[in-house]
Each structure stands twice: as C-alpha cells, then as structure tokens.
C-alpha cells in the first residue's frame, strides 16, 4: 500500500466524530417536549395570572370583580387584604385573593369620571 493511503485513512479517523448512541436522542426528545410545554402551557398561565394580580392590587370603588365562587359584584370598600362588595341588595366582605376576574377595569373607571 502506498504512504498516500496511510495518510488519507489517518485523516479520516481524526476527522470522525465519536457516536452517540440512543440515550443522547431521548435527551434531545425530552428536552424538545420540555420547551413545547413551557411555551405553550405553563409561561402563558404565569403571564396571566401575573395580570390579574396587577388587575387586583389597582382596583378602585365602583370597579366590578368576580369571585372564584362565580360572584359579580362592585367594589365599595378596599382594605389591605379585603374587599368589600355590593352584589344586588347585599355586601359581602372577600379576601383580595379570591378575586377571580376583573372584567376590563377601564371602562368602570371611565363611568365615575
């Protein structure tokens, strides 16, 4: 065999990379279904849960909020960890934690200008 040989086929082993076998793949799989859960599960949940507690922290008498317990109301009263509410003929005193949704705070807020 001629010396040209001897150095092509030393070249193609330092040129070769080492092969990885299948674990390697599953971690790659895993990690894959890892990020399509996070983007398209828990980040948009976190964003919206962040909102609402913004939504609460701004809340103002005559602002209109539900309850978890599905109550609507409007605000009369705010405490630092309460808020009071007039729903029909009746007020109930909630804990600011159990404020499900604030429908669109802005427009309540244009009506008691």
């Excluded at 609402?52 to 978890?68: I, M, Q, Y």
């Excluded at 029909?88 to 804990?95: A, H, I, K, N, P």
């Amino acid at each position: 065999m001629t010396p040209i040989f001897y150095l092509f086929a030393a070249m193609q082993e330092t040129t070769q990379q080492p092969r990885s076998g299948p674990g390697s793949f599953f971690l790659i799989q895993m990690g894959l279904i890892f990020a399509i859960i996070y983007f398209l599960l828990l980040r948009p949940r976190v964003k919206q849960e962040r909102q609402l507690k913004e939504r609460v922290a701004e809340l103002r008498k005559g602002d209109e909020v539900v309850t978890s317990g599905g109550i609507i109301g409007e605000v009369v009263h705010l405490k630092e960890d309460r808020i009071t509410m007039k729903s029909g003929e009746s007020r109930l005193v909630v804990l600011r934690d159990r404020i499900a949704h604030v429908p669109s705070a802005e427009p309540s807020r244009e009506k008691s200008k």
